[in-house]
């Protein structure tokens, strides 16, 4: 069974540029969650999805927002990009009713 | 505000021994508790999970243990395999079934032959 698919692994924009990250969750998941994960910290929530209804959303600007489609798959899109911005950023998907969350291998950004 | 705190950034521990990862939480309506491993260039991978209504929970060689009175819980895992080496994160969430998780910063787990 495939597990959570993001794209693209890397890339990298410049200050002021607007990104979007795509995941495909575990078939049969219907919600989605995406992270942050800076440098030597732990992932940050951004916002969950679940049945293409925003259900949560962590400290983020309005800069940061997401959607997620009928087949269950999310974009997260970052307008102006700032340097601080650089990160890996991770979604997971779930079973809705259970914590465990099913990470994919990140993005990675790099903002210069 | 660190809700989650791991205070140890790194551990070395010998193959064979136990392996205790420490975690630390003040917010008083965290009500589950997960733990995950992290391999370089891969997303994190959940390991094991405890309720707040138990005290223990087991799964092979990792057990998991929850102090609510101390707000702490702890990650045990016997016999350490060197494939246990990786970035080990503390997460927790308000409710069972919350896919809000909070976590800690992580603590690098190295396993020596």
């Known amino acids: 069974d495939a597990g959570v698919t993001q794209s693209p692994t890397h890339l990298i924009k410049t200050r002021g540029q607007q990104v979007t990250l795509r995941c495909s969750p575990i078939?049969?998941?219907?919600?989605v969650s995406w992270y942050q994960q800076v440098l030597g910290q732990g992932p940050q929530f951004i916002f969950q999805y679940y049945e293409k209804e925003e259900r949560g959303r962590g400290n983020f600007p309005d800069r940061f927002s997401a959607r997620q489609f009928p087949n269950y798959s999310s974009e997260l899109n970052v307008n102006a990009l700032l340097l601080g911005d650089s990160a890996l950023y991770l979604c997971a998907s779930s079973t809705q009713g259970i914590s465990e969350a099913f990470f994919g291998q990140g993005t990675r950004l790099t903002v210069v | 505000d660190q809700q989650v705190k791991q205070n140890s950034p790194s551990l070395s521990v010998q193959e064979g021994r136990i392996s205790i990862l420490n975690c630390d939480y003040t917010?008083?309506?965290?009500?589950?508790f997960l733990w995950y491993k992290k391999y370089p260039a891969e997303g994190p991978t959940f390991l094991i999970s405890?309720?707040?209504?138990?005290d223990k929970n087991e799964d092979g060689r990792f057990t998991v243990f929850l102090n609510k009175s101390a707000k702490h819980l702890s990650l045990h895992i016997v016999p350490s395999q060197p494939g246990d080496s990786a970035v080990y994160f503390c997460a927790a969430s308000d409710a069972w079934g919350a896919q809000k998780l909070v976590f800690g910063q992580g603590t690098r787990l190295t396993i020596n032959p």
């Open positions: 078939s049969g998941h219907k919600s």
């Open positions: 405890i309720s707040s209504i138990k």
């Open positions: 917010n008083s309506m965290f009500d589950y």
